[in-house]
């Protein structure tokens, strides 16, 4: 049995898989300069990188990293980010596959 994938289809899944590492990588470097007590990266930023879609990618490593878990903004808010996330890029495999 040979499965063909869409070009589109590995087109966005690797999108969603570069932009959630990047996501991690970045809360991950906010974690050790937080350690270090450098120069932070601004909360705004990882909302950001968490709203265009690597919202999975910072709860990841807010979970792994014990990071930003005690701020409501984030406990609550990368959650409903993963949510909108979600049905963003759900909608949008739904819409190619129509």
Do not use: C
């Not at 869409?6 to 300069?33: F, G, H, I, T």
């Not at 919202?55 to 406990?75: N, V």
């Amino acid at each position: 049995m040979n499965v063909t994938i869409p070009a589109a289809d590995l087109a966005l899944a690797a999108w969603l898989l570069v932009l959630n590492l990047v996501a991690y990588a970045v809360m991950a470097s906010d974690k050790r300069r937080a350690k270090k007590r450098a120069r932070r990266i601004p909360e705004r930023t990882l909302f950001v990188w968490a709203a265009v879609g690597g919202a999975l990618g910072i709860w990841l490593a807010m979970a792994q990293k014990r990071h930003k878990t005690q701020h409501a903004s984030f406990r609550f808010g990368i959650p409903a980010l993963l949510l909108l996330n979600v049905l963003l890029y759900g909608g949008a495999f739904y819409l190619l596959h129509r």
